[in-house]
């Protein structure tokens, strides 16, 4: 039964990448067959525009952040929520909210509040900060801006994936510790963590791909053009500008081929020299041990 | 057995979705040629439609617009159903495209050889490219003579290439600043600014009064490029912008200095707080909708500026207060100082066509048709004819200054394609956020240019 399967994805993902590899070696606008075949040219263009460097600099700032600031944030509000406390389904849902809404909805929603007239500035006034910040043009906030919003939106995922593993974890383990004398901080730092490390790197694998990816979020709040300006454009986004609102399809069929091989690279590396040492360090050694 | 008849079963299932799955792509690329159907569902029930009544006559169109304002879709669906009562055997399928969203889908549907038989046509380089790709019906010989009358000499320019005429003009939108004489009264303003120190002086007063001069929807880039444009029109000679299509180095002085032009008033500060985070056209916070709720006093823009800024009042009617003067002339400019620039909107039928397209698009021109597209858009009509429909005194002296302007030009990033519209959209508002200079500004233009 893999035959439909198989064929919807030939035709909807194989395909286009390699119709985006003919394309992307001719000048190209869109309308009726690519005639120009520039060879390399588009690639020659892409590889020295300064702002493609830019962009994929952004993808790989907002992919450390992301690490840095969801990643603890995650595992401390999982950890918390692991325990029997009260109000503890209500708390999972609020955190998990922001993850389920459309990235249109939260990017429009944020968008309107950020802007120099908009809510956040009209409440700082409101407590006496009176001065206006750019949050969305100010080059020196938006990247800051921009992991805020990331980061509401999708922490949730991360806390639902770690207490999924946390959960997984056996609850002999823990209480075997506390009748050995350890503490609750001692347990969760000596016990869980460790067992919960397949779970962070597999959320961590999903979160580096995300960011590599990242596109609706900058292209609602930001619009086509400030996010050039702000320092928030990444590769799908330099695409977008370079590509179709350039009207330059064959353009932007290279750059997304680059950003096809850049996101390549990365995943396959991950996996290689993270996610495969899943068993050194974990269960099987200690058990063995 | 049993069970490897129920296994096989599954497996016969299994193949014919395939097959079905295969057909139905089958079925899409090739019924989409002629009839121009965009979505399955719509395809499968017209070839239902057609084989149960094989009416000989029977056509049926598809037709995108973008009027996605209520007066504007109902005008459509009345017009196109007058249209339908009087050529039996005509049905037009009507589907309404977001204005931002148009030229993507165009692009798309050209590719996939599934394009609207009727479409809204703005000219210029992308008129040019869909001429290249072969998509565009040539329509001069087509046009009703008494329609070509109606609209006078040169109406058909914007929508013309090399003396042939590809689309029916039904608007002029020749721009300007539109601002409220509600707040110029308040800031004590009693004349017009006619030149640029004319109007740097209004925008002081008008700030000094507390006002914000000038909206600008820089989020979208394109408002901004206007102000670019507008300068260039101003700075540039009829023969620099005449030889622009050809010839695009952008290396005459008057191009830098419509570009030191835009900086110097960014210097001034002339813009609503936060004009890089505001865009257009959408909500009351947006360009139009500061015009329209008296926050801002004016703003440069095409002649739809009155429809849109109406849709954005408190009380959904057109802003009463709301007045029209010329973009101000710049010392030592080498253009006209009446030059007016604008554009057109037009329909398209597409080289596929059915005859009955070309019938349509002469029904639209009609005087009674095309006064009803300019109450509709709140714009001013391409058929002169109609012109007596338009009541708005800001519109009114608008359509005073095209009919006596030296020249009119189409907008730059029409008439020079997508790619160098991008280039000039990036670059001004690089400019405005003063991350380059009016030189670095050209730069990136040429930039642009050169690797297209």
Known sequence: ?289 | MLSLSGNLKKTTAGVAAVLALTLGFAGCSSGSGSSGETSAAGGSETTTTQTSEPAAESVTMTFWHNGTGEKATTYWENTVKDFEAANPGVTIEIQVVQNEDLDGKLQTAMQAGTTPDIFLQRGGGKMAEMLAAGQVMDITDLIDADIKAAYGEGAFGFDSLNGRIYAMPMSVQPEGLWYNQDLFDQAGITTNPTDMASFNEAVATLKAAGIQAVALGAQDAWPAAHWFYSFALRECSKDVIDNLTSDKKFDDPCWLKAFQDVADLNATNPWNQGFLTTVAQQGAGSSAGLVANGQAAMELMGSWEPGVIGGLTPDGENLASLRWFAFPAVDGGQGDPTAIMGGSDGYSCSAAAPPACVDFLNFIAQKEYSEGYADAYSTLPANSEAMGVVTDPSLKAAAEAYSQAAYAVLWFDTSLGQDVGNAVNNAVVTLLAGQVDAAGALQLMQAAVAAG
């Open chain 1, 1 to 289: 039964m893999a035959g439909p399967a198989i064929l919807v994805f030939v035709t909807f993902v194989i395909f286009p990448v390699f119709v985006a590899l003919y394309y992307s070696f001719y000048s190209w606008k869109g309308y009726g067959p690519a005639t120009n075949f520039i060879g390399l040219g588009n690639y020659k263009w892409t590889l020295t525009s300064h702002d493609f460097w830019g962009a994929v600099g952004h993808n790989f700032i907002i992919a450390a952040l992301s690490l840095l600031f969801q990643g603890p944030i995650a595992v401390l509000l999982a950890l918390l929520l692991n325990q029997r406390i009260r109000g503890r389904s209500l708390i999972r849902v609020l955190i998990f909210v922001p993850y389920v809404i459309s990235e249109a909805i939260v990017g429009i929603g944020w968008r309107l509040m950020l802007q120099d007239t908009g809510a956040v500035n009209a409440l700082l006034h409101k407590i006496g900060l009176d001065q206006t910040v750019s949050w969305i043009s100010n080059p020196k906030v938006a990247l800051w801006t921009l992991m805020f919003v990331i980061s509401w939106k999708y922490v949730g995922f991360a806390v639902i994936l770690m207490l999924a593993g946390l959960q997984g974890i056996p609850e002999e383990l823990s209480e075997a510790a506390a009748v050995d004398g350890a503490s609750y901080w001692q347990i969760q730092r000596h016990i869980m963590l460790p067992l919960l490390t397949p779970t962070i790197k597999v959320w961590a694998f999903l979160s580096i791909i995300g960011s590599m990816q990242l596109f609706d979020l900058v292209y609602i709040i930001w619009g086509q053009y400030i996010g050039s300006i702000a320092g928030t454009s990444t590769m799908a986004y330099f695409m977008a500008q370079n590509g179709r609102l350039s009207g330059q399809l064959g353009r932007g069929s290279a750059i997304a081929i680059v950003v096809f091989v850049i996101s390549l690279i990365v995943a396959l590396a991950y996996q290689r020299f993270i996610l495969n040492r899943n068993v050194d360090g974990a269960l099987t050694e200690r058990g063995m041990a």
